[in-house]
């Protein structure tokens, strides 16, 4: 099983600025990654996929970046709604895997 | 407008059955593979099964193998997840998702249906 592990655990940044979330996974995974953004009691929401491809109708202040086992998540001038949980996914090799979330949060 | 619609959760009591649906509509239901992901309270996300197009492969985590199966009735537009022996360990909130292809990311979620294992 690829282990996905997400840094920091909590990122706090001010509005208006700019975040960057981290995901490495225990092996290459290509660029068969994805990022997701889950607000509180609500599903989560695809905004990219294949590591750089940003999903239908996500901002364009939201970017990913990264191959093998390092990728990022960038998010430009932080609004309100940002401020939630992310996760990134592997689905490069079965069992599908999810890291273990980074809030992000106002500083 | 794709949207999928979770029913089929609950209480039920360690060892029992449940069984979880979830139709599809806005797309081509019989085009795409479909998966369940669950999310115990508080904590992150696990994907939990996926099955082919057609229904002719399916794929479970270790976590519930032998214990549940993942089907479709592509005539109904329905994803269905059995869930046999339930443990407390199976308390979540399931989520069926669509996947981008045969072995993509989950581009679409359902609101999720909620299961509690608890006697």
């Known amino acids: 099983e690829i282990l996905m592990t997400q840094s920091p655990a909590t990122l706090s940044v001010s509005p208006g600025e700019r975040g960057i979330l981290s995901c490495r996974a225990s092996?290459?995974?290509?660029?068969?990654l994805a990022w997701y953004q889950q607000k509180p009691g609500q599903a989560p929401r695809l905004l990219i996929y294949?590591?750089?491809t940003r999903a239908t109708g996500i901002p364009a202040r939201f970017s990913g970046s990264g191959s093998g086992t390092e990728f990022s998540l960038t998010i430009d001038s932080l609004q309100s709604e940002d401020f939630v949980v992310y996760y990134c996914?592997?689905?490069?090799?079965?069992?599908?895997?999810f890291g273990q979330g980074t809030k992000l949060e106002i500083k | 407008e794709v949207q999928l619609l979770e029913s089929g959760g609950g209480l039920v009591r360690p060892g029992g059955s449940l069984r979880l649906s979830c139709a599809a509509s806005?797309?081509?239901?019989?085009?795409?593979?479909m998966s369940w992901v669950r999310q115990a309270p508080g904590k992150g996300l696990e994907w939990v099964s996926t099955?082919?197009?057609?229904?002719?492969?399916?794929y479970f985590a270790d976590s519930v193998k032998g214990r549940f199966t993942i089907s479709r009735d592509n005539s109904k537009n329905i994803l269905f997840l059995q869930m046999n022996s339930l443990r407390a360990e199976d308390t979540a909130v399931y989520y069926c998702?669509?996947?981008?292809?045969?072995?993509?990311?989950?581009?679409?979620w359902g609101q999720g249906a909620p299961v509690t294992v608890s006697s």
């Open positions: 092996q290459s995974v290509g660029s068969s």
């Open positions: 996914l592997q689905y490069n090799k079965w069992p599908d895997t």
């Open positions: 998702a669509r996947r981008i292809g045969y072995v993509g990311a989950f581009d679409y």
């Open positions: 099955v082919s197009y057609s229904g002719g492969s399916t």
């Open positions: 294949d590591a750089s």
């Open positions: 806005g797309f081509t239901f019989s085009g795409f593979a």
